[in-house]
């Protein structure tokens, strides 16, 4: 069903809620869910964590409508931040006229390693554990077997010697594990070989685990922007193109910058990564030190121009092993409808879209940056902030807000005082 978006954002609460119900996205369960706000239990939360003495909200948001590889997919974001859901949804209106997201899974394996010490001859070693791979392989796959039967399972070993202060042989397991992430599957497979790798290279093992930097789950994402779409004025949309391709360049050379990028980037990831109930750590774990793979930390996206087809190009590589099944996917309500809302996407398509709304939030924050510049159109936004600290009643907000906007510069101690005068 092809769902009218237009207008969403200038809807009330209620009426938001009226069209996700007409739409048919939502279940007859999971919109009563939504309608009744019902979260994570607390008898739940006290399962997932320790110490619990209660839940914590965040706002609960959707980007209507995102195209990746010819798919429209409505994408739950949840953030704190103003401003972030406003600026994806323009980015990928602007972006869906253009044709939308291409992209595509390079490989989907996850890295455990088993980091092996005062091991007597490294070299020896090597060979001993590489001449027993597919017995070694066979061990792990015994120790999670489950994973096999879904189809997954370990799936290559290798070796490599690394120094530092010590010298190490680490033995690296890569494993298919199919729709989860698989971080307590990879320990298990890990401890097995524990016991087998000590053995056959007569060193000590130190310990086994998953590696969060997952470059055999590496997604790329790109989309191609006619320059018209950037700004009517056709001088104008070309030196917007050509300054979003520089604060690429800038992004690439200076990790001051590159920091920033890519938090703008991660403004749209962890959105959906916490709304799909994702190990956000792991996965920004797992970017940053791919932004760092040759030495300098620079920014993860590149833009480029193609002038021929007046298009700006945007594409976007990262580690995306994320997961649709397993962790605490399918114990919270919220994280049920997000994944409902998003049409049961297998994590190969999940990772794909994910990819894609850290490239449209980057578009977004480029675009304002070298634009009209990132402050113009958060003012609004941070004055609504302000307006709801100061103690503003729902209706009081928009008045509070545009006696803000009428000054400069504005604090909570401006907007407690126009509020006291609105009052008075
Ligand atoms: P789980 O331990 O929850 O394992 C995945 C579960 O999903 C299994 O119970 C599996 O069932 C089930 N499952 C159902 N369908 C499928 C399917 N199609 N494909 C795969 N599994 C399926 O999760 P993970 O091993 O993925 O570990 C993730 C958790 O580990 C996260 O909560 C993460 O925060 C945490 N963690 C992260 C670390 C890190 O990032 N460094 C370290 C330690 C923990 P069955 O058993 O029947 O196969």
């Given at each position: 069903m092809k769902i009218n978006w237009s207008g969403f954002s200038k809807k009330t609460y209620p009426e938001r809620l009226k069209m996700l119900r007409d739409s048919d996205l939502l279940s007859h369960e999971l919109q009563e869910n939504l309608e009744k706000n019902e979260t994570l239990s607390v008898a739940i939360a006290d399962q997932l964590s320790e110490n619990v003495i209660g839940t914590f909200s965040l706002p609960f948001s959707i980007v209507p409508e995102v195209i990746v590889n010819n798919q429209a997919y409505t994408v739950p974001y949840v953030t704190e931040e103003p401003s972030v859901v406003a600026a994806a949804s323009f980015a990928c209106k602007i972006i869906n006229r253009s044709g939308g997201f291409s992209a595509h899974v390079h490989q989907r394996l996850m890295i455990g390693q088993v980091a092996l010490y005062q091991v007597p001859d490294r070299e020896q070693a090597c060979q001993e554990i590489l001449n027993q791979k597919d017995q070694l392989l066979e061990i792990a796959n015994q120790a999670y077997p489950s994973i096999v039967k879904r189809g997954g399972g370990a799936r290559e070993i290798r070796v490599e010697k690394v120094s530092g202060q010590t010298d190490f042989l680490v033995v690296y397991l890569h494993v298919d594990t199919q729709e989860a992430m698989g971080a307590n599957m990879l320990n298990t497979m890990l401890e097995a070989l524990k016991p087998h790798l000590e053995s056959l290279s007569r060193g000590q093992s130190l310990m086994g685990i998953l590696s969060?930097?997952?470059?055999?789950s590496l997604v790329t994402s790109s989309c191609r922007i006619a320059f018209h779409y950037l700004s009517p004025n056709k001088d104008e949309a070309r030196e917007l193109a050509d300054k979003i391709v520089l604060a690429s360049h800038f992004a690439q050379a200076d990790p001051y910058r590159a920091a920033t990028h890519n938090k703008g980037i991660f403004n749209g990831i962890d959105a959906l990564l916490i709304a799909t109930g994702n190990d956000w750590r792991a996965i920004e774990a797992g970017a940053h030190a791919y932004a760092s793979r040759d030495g300098l930390y620079r920014g993860l996206s590149l833009w480029t121009l193609d002038s021929e087809k007046e298009e700006l190009i945007g594409e976007m590589t990262l580690p995306m092993p994320i997961?649709?099944?397993?962790?605490?996917i399918g114990l919270n309500p919220r994280v049920v409808l997000s994944h409902e809302l998003l049409g049961q996407p297998f994590a190969k398509d999940l990772a794909q879209i994910i990819v894609s709304m850290g490239l449209a939030q980057n578009f977004a924050a480029l675009k304002a940056l070298v634009g009209a510049g990132i402050q113009q159109g958060h003012m609004k936004l941070q004055a609504k902030s302000l307006a709801l600290l100061a103690g503003a009643k729902e209706a009081e907000v928009p008045k509070l807000v545009d006696g803000l906007i009428a000054e400069k510069t504005f604090n909570l101690e401006k907007a407690k005082s126009i509020l006291k005068e609105l009052r008075s």
């Open positions: 969060n930097y997952a470059t055999e997961a649709t099944k397993g962790g605490s």
